[in-house]
């Protein structure tokens, strides 16, 4: 009876996982079909750069020099491919890769995608500062200019597969992004002297780049662990879907499928950002994530957490691109009392707005501010009162129960309920994505200001690129904490 029962249960176990297994591939099958009938791919989408660093390369590429170096070849061979192609299309006004129109990066005169390195008068410290993934350090250019005019020496690094082409996310793997990194950290703290402050500044991506750079220097003597480390958005937790992005993706790899291997493919009409995003890209973000995570408890284990440096994070509590509760629960519920901070940017409380907030992000502030652990200072901005637009600091220090409040000279602009994950690094005067553009810096298109109505799936394009905020009316606030940060060091 027992042998019966056993082999019974073997063949309803194999059936389900056949039938499982049906599913999905019908699933896979299914939506690689449907992307035929879209877009086609156009070459930037297909052509990668042969010259791009990866990690097989690191014998022949070890130094920030022989970076730029490599770095001086790919743009060589980007621009070699826009002319290539040139003319196919001369209806795309806004197309980034064609030459001379308003959304080419070298418009302007100068490549903002590039790496940039902006040196003071006089050296008093060093930061590296790491953007996010489908953007380049255009992103992470108004930090730049402001960590200079504190005396800081400032390396803006671009990462592997970033401001060229989308169709290199497509095979870069998450330890191309990190290598650089490395020797990036390595050349700013030779800028500088030893008892000199370094500072690590990630968004994003670069927010687990720059939180696995700082676990990793706790075990290597040649490499110095930053004095304090600054995190916008930090990616330290994605949607867990997304490690089953290869599955969809490997379907790809047939030519007439190709499609399949693209979460989204919209018009390139960003000057600095990619707009088109691959499957690849995300599993590498899920596989990051989990590296970091799995580090993070390794350290937590062997009692090496206590010599991690202190953090500084700035996080908008609605994000669609990271999660914001992972932040609180893998990393700052792990660090030890060493002065660090979390700040989070409340959704627009006012009035009626109140009531069309997802009920979730109400239930996890309450958690970060009634449950966190007291290792560490929490700081909310959120509305003065229900019927004002302008904000308030509530703080509650490391170790000290309860929250007093500060109010600030900022408010919430017309129309905005909540800001977003790409919105924190720049300031609403930004004259690409700002609310409010600078109409001096003018030369390419107010991406940030653009606000369409008029009926659902008229346009290639989603709505959620027009709804969502691309700048932040507080940024102010949080360069005024930064600046605080390193001024406290001198």
Do not use: C
């Not at 060093?126 to 930090?143: A, E, I, Q």
């Not at 992972?326 to 030890?336: G, H, N, Q, R």
């Not at 009162?385 to 409040?405: C, H, I, M, N, Y």
């Amino acid at each position: 009876m027992l042998r019966k029962s056993a082999r019974i249960a073997t063949r309803a176990a194999g059936f389900i996982l056949f039938s499982f297994l049906l599913v999905a591939m019908t699933l896979i099958l299914a939506r690689a079909i449907s992307l035929r009938d879209g877009p086609p791919l156009d070459w930037w989408h297909t052509e990668v750069i042969a010259a791009e660093f990866q990690v097989a390369d690191e014998n022949a590429v070890t130094s920030l020099e022989q970076y730029l170096e490599r770095e001086e070849q790919v743009f060589s061979q980007l621009q070699a491919m826009v002319e290539t192609h040139a003319g196919q299309d001369p209806r795309q006004q806004l197309n980034r890769y064609v030459k001379d129109n308003h959304s080419y990066p070298e418009k302007a005169g100068v490549n903002l995608n590039r790496s940039a390195v902006l040196q003071p008068a006089s050296i008093r410290g060093g930061v590296l500062l790491l953007h996010g993934m489908t953007d380049s350090p255009y992103t992470m250019r108004h930090l730049a200019t402001m960590f200079q005019e504190q005396g800081l020496y400032v390396l803006n690094l671009r990462l592997p597969g970033h401001g060229t082409v989308p169709a290199e996310l497509d095979r870069l793997s998450w330890q191309d992004w990190y290598e650089p990194v490395r020797f990036a950290a390595k050349h700013v703290t030779e800028q500088i002297e030893n008892d000199q402050p370094f500072y690590l500044v990630g968004y994003s991506n670069g927010g687990a780049l720059a939180l696995k750079y700082s676990m990793d220097s706790l075990d290597d003597d040649g490499t110095r662990t930053p004095d304090h480390v600054f995190l916008l958005s930090p990616m330290i937790g994605v949607d867990p879907l997304a490690r089953f992005s290869q599955l969809f993706n490997w379907v790809g790899y047939f030519d007439y499928f190709r499609q399949s291997r693209w979460l989204e493919t919209y018009p390139e009409y960003d000057p600095h950002k990619y707009n088109s995003f691959p499957l690849h890209a995300a599993l590498q973000s899920y596989l990051l994530t989990t590296s970091v995570k799995e580090q993070l408890q390794r350290v937590e284990k062997n009692g090496r957490l206590q010599q991690m440096p202190p953090f500084l994070t700035f996080q908008s509590l609605v994000d669609k691109t990271v999660v914001t509760s992972a932040i609180w629960e893998t990393l700052y519920e792990k660090v030890p009392d060493n002065g660090s901070e979390l700040v989070i940017f409340d959704a627009n409380r006012l009035g009626v707005l109140d009531e069309f907030v997802l009920p979730r992000h109400k239930i996890l502030l309450n958690r970060i501010m009634n449950e966190s652990s007291g290792n560490y200072a929490v700081s909310v901005i959120t509305n003065r009162a229900a019927d004002e637009r302008k904000v308030l600091e509530l703080k509650q220090r490391s170790g000290v129960p309860g929250f007093t409040g500060q109010p600030l000279e900022y408010a919430w602009p017309d129309d905005v309920y909540s800001l977003s994950h790409v919105a924190l690094p720049f300031p609403i005067d930004d004259p690409v994505y700002g609310l409010a553009p600078d109409e001096q810096g003018g030369a390419y298109p107010q991406i940030g200001k653009v606000f369409m109505v008029g009926e659902a799936g008229a346009l290639i394009l989603p709505a959620t690129l027009s709804q969502r905020l691309r700048s932040n009316p507080f940024y102010g606030y949080m360069e005024d904490r930064l600046k605080a940060a390193v001024n406290k060091a001198r």
